[in-house]
């Protein structure tokens, strides 16, 4: 699989904004639906965002709506999160994932949906 690498994490106070990157090859972000999630410590993987292969569709976590918005740059092959007024409750490693070989208007919520992965940003939120 062809490597996804996210940046852009960090430790920010409540009330604050980060922007997450994820930069993929242009092959995989060609070809694919994409995603964001979280995992805090103890709790299981959830889905934060997704944005569809074409349209540019995007669907949220009902905890993050409003607040995050996901977004594609077909010329850097990047997706990208931007998260506004971060609560603590947002602190977690967040992960980048693409669907590949997806070619739809369709967006994913299910970890098991995505086949590539990213190693993950640390998003720290202090109150």
């Known amino acids: 699989q062809e490597q996804l690498v996210e940046s852009g994490g960090g430790l920010v106070q409540a009330g604050g904004s980060l922007r997450l990157s994820c930069a993929a090859s242009?092959?995989?972000?060609?070809?694919?639906?994409m995603g964001w999630f979280r995992q805090a410590p103890g709790k299981e993987r959830e889905f934060v965002a997704a944005?569809?292969?074409?349209?540019?569709?995007?669907d949220y976590a009902d905890s993050v709506k409003g607040r995050f918005t996901v977004s594609r740059d077909n010329a850097k092959n990047t997706v990208n999160l931007q998260m506004n007024n971060l609560k603590p409750e947002d602190s977690a490693v967040y992960y980048c994932a693409a669907r590949t070989l997806t070619y739809s208007t369709t967006t994913y919520r299910s970890v098991g949906d995505y086949d590539n992965w990213g190693q993950g940003t640390q998003v720290t939120v202090s109150s």
């Open positions: 242009r092959r995989t972000f060609a070809s694919s639906a």
């Open positions: 944005i569809s292969w074409a349209v540019g569709r995007t």
